[in-house]
């Protein structure tokens, strides 16, 4: 499922654009959270960095099962502002009488819980960055960067790679036998799981790197620092994915 990213929503524009579009539902950049209103409850789960599964990421649901004016309302008082809205939530006491926190005590009708997120995998903005092109080689290369070069097909002679030789990780050599990995498939690892993956120079030729999984040799290629066109480019940077 593909969910826009957008900048941020902490204007009234921002929210009124929001609203109006045909699925609003989003992840923002600032603060990091995905956002949903697509129903008389507004949905805010909170993310950042760290979070790439639902089990870490706190949710709350505000509203009202017979109308959106009580979470359209809270959205006025909070000055349409997200981050305000956050961090009134986090200040409150959900073990208690919730109604005692000053945010909510004007809003009677306003029906407030706190959960974990029940989304089998959530990838926080902050995971990945905006996924432009590279213009030049990055010291030191991270997953970043790779998934950079991948998502803008900024790369060539792409090669499977194994070990020659057992427990040495300094002797590689491309090992025809075994089918190349794709690039969307090495980038969706990254995305999802990227505590198993890795990027460094490659050890026997310095215009290329090793992608490795799971510390074994997985693939190498060559960067290429052309400029995709600049309608890929603009595409590539608007987009997280929730999987």
């Known amino acids: 499922m593909n969910i826009r990213c957008l900048p941020h929503l902490n204007t009234k524009q921002a929210w009124l654009d ?12 600032q603060p990091e959270a995905m956002v949903d209103f697509q129903t008389t409850y507004l949905m805010i789960t909170v993310l950042d960095n760290n979070t790439r599964h ?24 909070c000055d349409f502002n997200l981050q305000m809205m956050i961090d009134g939530l986090a200040e409150i006491n959900f073990d208690g009488n919730v109604r005692d926190n000053s945010l909510l005590k004007a809003h009677t009708e306003l ?30 290369w991270t997953l970043q960067h790779l998934a950079r070069l991948l998502a803008n097909d900024q790369f060539r ?4 790679e194994q070990l020659a030789l057992p427990n040495n990780d300094q002797v590689m050599v491309e090992f025809r036998g075994i089918p190349t990995p794709g ?17 460094r ?16 040799p997985l693939c190498s290629l060559a960067a290429d620092f052309k400029l995709p066109e600049a309608k890929l480019a603009q595409r590539g940077t608007r987009w997280a994915s929730s999987v």
């Not at 017979?66 to 008082?77: D, G, N, Y």
């Not at 029906?111 to 903005?125: A, E, M, Q, Y």
């Not at 969307?184 to 999802?192: K, P, T, Y």
Request: net charge positive; glycine share 4%.
């Open 18 to 29: 929001f609203c109006k579009r045909e699925v609003p539902s989003c992840f923002t950049e």
């Open 54 to 77: 639902g089990k870490q990421a706190i949710k709350y649901s505000l509203g009202s099962r017979s109308s959106l004016k009580p979470a359209w309302k809270f959205i006025q008082a």
């Open 111 to 140: 029906t407030v819980r706190k959960f974990f997120s029940k989304d089998r995998s959530i990838i926080s903005p902050g995971n990945l960055g905006p996924m432009r092109p590279l213009t030049e080689p990055p010291s030191p």
């Open 157 to 160: 002679d792409l090669r499977t």
């Open 183 to 199: 690039a969307r498939e090495i980038l969706a690892g990254i995305i999802n799981q990227p505590e198993q993956w890795q990027v």
């Open 201 to 216: 120079p490659h050890p026997n030729d310095t215009d290329r790197l090793i992608v490795l999984r799971q510390n074994t």
